[in-house]
């Protein structure tokens, strides 16, 4: 099937449009494998089909747009051309999930007909969770203070908005939101049902833009991570993945340094009565690590743990969780090198890193072979179809324990006292510069 965009051409977020979607898999599978062949470690990995999008338009569950003046004076709402700050109004953008479009739309009118809007009023950031007709919109201010704002006005002509928070950013800059999320009225989150657990995903919280993608990367994971005594997962955000695996593992650790994330996970923990040893926690329920279905913990122990700081913080504390099976799910920035020598040194057997960029995610698969893991397969997803933004599963295997090594800087041998190759703790969509376009694979640099 073939798809147009009329703003396709000024916007040029969704670079593959007019390319049927077999073309566009095969694009995507050939552009991983150019990234892993640099890497004679990766050359002879099987790489497995890309895996399509139930979906290939209307499947974008998020919409970050700029505001702007135009000639006349009036309001301007869309995204940025590519590669520039010029606002491009798209009212027809195909990928966005269609209540979410109407809603835009109603947005623009609202925009060019109500008198007493600020013009500082620099970004709106639109998304929702499985329930399309439930969404959440985020006000992006230009002000140190909130201005007055005719909220009222917007609800009345955006009925399908339950949920508004503000966020004041007098910066120039191309980080749109840094700092604190004020809630304003109604809803405070979005809400993800995913493999029997409902999410928590707070303004703040970094979540996937495609959740049709779910079921099928959840499959592989279990396919490949059959259980065992404990799970960890590393950049857990809202603790999606961990969750989906948690019935075959006696213990599920999350680390996840972002606090808006930490809060919601330790809130659908709590909401499935899922055990962490935190006061108050009642008996595990049915939908979490150890309940019926699973293996069960000890009597009285946690079933689950949150570690609420950064990874490369955590490292002492992954290690004495004694993993079994590790989850990674990066920023596109990938993984420190310390980190990945705390992985090597752990007690891990299987390594599944799901990815946003194929030169990090080669770069730290290459590293983790040099230290006795050897990578499976990797399978490109696509998680933004229309776009040329690659996603991947990396499924990792160790086959030879390291030579012990003196403890460095992480403890127990973590971190060899390297200089990092990437940045620091994820920064991700949440973070990134909200006026791309919606297609665009930019601004989670993760894991939504």
Known sequence: MLLSCEHGTECGACALLEREYDAQLRLKWSRLGGTMNRYDSLKRVQLRHTLPSPLAAGYRNRAKMAVGMSAKGGFRLGYF??????????????????????????????????????????????????????????????????????????LKACPMIDGVSRHCNPSA???????????????????????????????????????????????????????????????????????????????????????SAVADLKATLAAHRIRTGDPGDGPAGPGGPGG????????????????????ERALPRILDARPSDVILNPSRQGVLPRVLDALIDSSAERLAYLSC?????????????????????????????????????????????PERRAAGPGGRGAGRGRESRSGGPRSRERSGSGGRGPGSGGGRGRRS
Not at 206 to 226: C, E, K
């Open 173 to 259: 800059g191309p980080q749109v939101i840094r700092g604190t999320i004020e809630p304003v009225w109604g809803e405070r989150e979005i809400w993800v049902d995913s493999d029997q657990h409902r999410l928590r995903v707070s303004p703040g919280s970094f979540f996937q833009v495609n959740l049709g993608m779910l079921p099928a990367i959840h499959g592989l994971l279990g396919q490949f991570m059959t259980g065992g005594p404990t799970l960890v997962d590393l950049y857990a955000g809202v603790g999606t993945h961990g969750l989906a695996l948690g019935r075959k593992y006696r213990k599920v650790v999350f680390v996840e340094g972002t606090r």
């Open 81 to 154: 051309r590519h590669g520039t700050r010029e606002i491009v109004d798209a009212p027809g953008c195909r990928v966005l999930v269609p209540e979410l479009l109407e809603t835009t739309r109603a947005l623009r009118t609202f925009l060019g007909e109500t008198r007493g809007i600020p013009k500082s009023l620099r970004h709106i950031d639109l998304r929702c969770g499985s329930d399309p007709r439930k969404q959440h919109l985020i006000l992006v201010f230009r002000d140190d203070k909130p201005p007055k704002f005719p909220l009222m006005r917007l």
């Open 357 to 401: 960029e194929p030169r990090t995610l080669t770069r730290d698969l290459d590293h983790l072979t040099k230290g006795g893991f050897q990578v499976q397969e990797i399978v490109p997803i696509d998680m933004m179809p229309q776009t040329l933004q690659i996603e991947a599963l990396a499924l990792v295997r160790r086959v030879k324990r």
């Open 292 to 311: 019926p279905g699973g293996p069960g913990g000890a009597p009285g122990a946690p079933n689950a743990q949150v570690i609420g700081t950064a990874v």
